[in-house]
């Protein structure tokens, strides 16, 4: 089992930034890919950051692509989402999965939310105009 606990979320004018973190505990954090999801209300989950197991491959959904970076720290056992430029499209419940790869796809990065195994609880981000 893997228990993702997010952290960071909050109120912020359009414009500002946001840094949300995911600490993992359980299984060994290496052993897995991880990825930050957002849903806002009356839309579907959808998939806005990925990072590879070694970190060394990162893929962006194209709305927050030059805005938002993903970057992990394996010995901290965290990944993190700065988030830049917000707008208030970019409200939303963000949730950080981990989908776990054996070695053979260290580099890989899930982009499909059904390739992730745990989920976090979620954290609230509300951008205002």
């Known amino acids: 089992q893997v228990q993702l606990v997010e952290s960071g979320g909050g109120l912020v004018q359009a414009g500002g930034s946001l840094r949300l973190s995911c600490a993992a505990s359980?299984?060994?954090?290496?052993?897995?890919?991880m990825g930050w999801f957002r849903q806002a209300p009356g839309k579907e989950r959808e998939r806005i950051a990925g990072?590879?197991?070694?970190?060394?491959?990162?893929h962006y959904a194209d709305v927050v692509k030059g805005r938002f970076t993903i970057s992990r720290d394996n010995a901290k056992n965290t990944v993190y989402l700065q988030m830049n430029s917000l707008k208030p499209g970019d409200t939303a419940v963000y949730y950080c999965?981990?989908?776990?790869?054996?070695?053979?796809?260290?580099?890989?990065?899930?982009?499909?939310?059904?390739?992730?195994?745990?989920w976090g609880q979620g954290t609230q981000v509300t951008v205002s105009s």
């Open positions: 999965a981990a989908g776990f790869l054996t070695n053979s796809y260290i580099d890989y990065v899930p982009e499909n939310h059904y390739e992730y195994d745990y």
């Open positions: 359980g299984r060994s954090f290496s052993d897995f890919a």
């Open positions: 990072i590879s197991r070694s970190g060394a491959i990162t």
